[in-house]
DNA sequence: CATCCAAGCGGACTGTTGGTCCGCTTAATT
DNA sequence: AATTAAGCGGACCAACAGTCCGCTTGGATG
């Protein structure tokens, strides 16, 4: 295929708009963010953005995507018991307990994914790749279940909202340990 | 209180809007129906709905408590077993089959609702009687487990989303049986 | 029935935002 | 140095939530 390499300029403007975003969300919350901003922050043209990246979703998605890097390096080549290797019931929790930490981690940004990817949340590179690892182990642990579902349903636990609201009174360790709870509810045991 | 009863103008309106967006949101999908086109199908002014919803968010949320009226009153003073006299869990699984029910019934208005509450999810009259009511139950079914947070979980398999995506491969079984399913699991057999 | 007035009305108007367009600039190649 | 297409930026557009204010009218009063 003709890929060129990127431009040393788009490069660089690519860079300075994910910066851009990361720090936006971050001193505004998940809202409150618009494009211009992003642009103007960044120090380009908005065409510039939207050339790039297409849309807000796809802003957001990339950005996701990015944080994302390294679990998903983790659960596919990586050591256990994220990586392959111990019973799925392990690994699961292992694999949840990781997002717990890019979630809270990345409050802002999930949330600002959540509501840009509205429309086509089924359609994320990202989410779609959570899922169907958690799917391969529900259906490994309880092959009784519907585990597509169940997956969608676990994954619904790192809901921005959700993780600030359970965060607001109960903490980091409230997450964790609830979603433990639920997990090993679930899987039985 | 001065609570003067409702004008008749106002009265009638407020019936065209509901009626009006309810039809909206049958034709086009959930996103696609903005509040001018509200008004208009309605044949009365934008100032109208502002003035008696607030906003697209209390315009949904009041459009959602009608349609949840019937089963507010089903599990307050109904019969069994949606209402009290049973064990907590058969209690559960009823309460979620009406859910799924009402949600099946009007899939573009939970998506609306849904999108258009999605700041304040939380603050939603109709939500948060639903979510105490699972809260309670699950407490009592399963005293071990973060009640709240799993209440959350369980009704986030009602996002219109997911409901929509489940039912279009696998029909209205295959989301009751599946909810079905995930709630024995979760409290135990 | 005539009068009155506050509740209600409607639609023009505003501010914001996601997304488009197109003439200009520049990185990279020859 | 010349060439050219990839890239740039910001003016522009359309859509939409929400506001405002002068006009209308339901219904209460005498």
Redesign the pocket.
């Known amino acids: 295929m003709?890929d060129?390499?990127?431009?040393?300029?788009?490069t660089?403007?690519?860079l300075a708009i994910l910066r851009a975003t990361e720090e936006l969300l971050e001193r505004h919350g998940a809202d409150?963010?618009?494009?211009?901003?992003v642009?103007a922050a960044a120090?380009?043209?908005?065409?510039?953005v939207?050339?790039?990246f297409?849309?807000?979703?796809?802003l957001f998605q990339e950005l996701l995507a990015d944080r994302a890097v390294l679990i998903g390096e983790a659960i596919t080549t990586g050591p256990p018991p994220l990586g392959p290797g111990v019973p799925p019931k392990e690994r699961l929790i292992a694999f949840l307990d990781a997002l717990a930490d890019l979630a809270l981690r990345n409050l802002a940004l999930i949330s600002a994914h959540d509501r840009a990817c509205a429309d086509d949340k089924y359609q994320d590179p990202t989410y779609l790749r959570w899922h169907s690892h958690v799917t391969g182990l529900i259906a490994e642990a309880r092959p009784d279940l519907d585990a597509e579902f169940v997956a969608h349903t676990l994954l619904a636990c790192f809901d921005g909202d959700l993780v600030r609201h359970v965060t607001a009174n109960g903490g980091r360790t409230r997450l964790t340990h609830s979603i433990h709870d639920l997990t090993l509810a679930l899987l039985g045991q």
């Open positions: 003709g060129r390499p990127e431009r040393a300029d788009a660089r403007n690519r409150h963010v618009s494009l211009d901003q642009a120090g380009v043209g908005k065409g510039t939207f050339r790039r297409g849309s807000r979703t796809g």
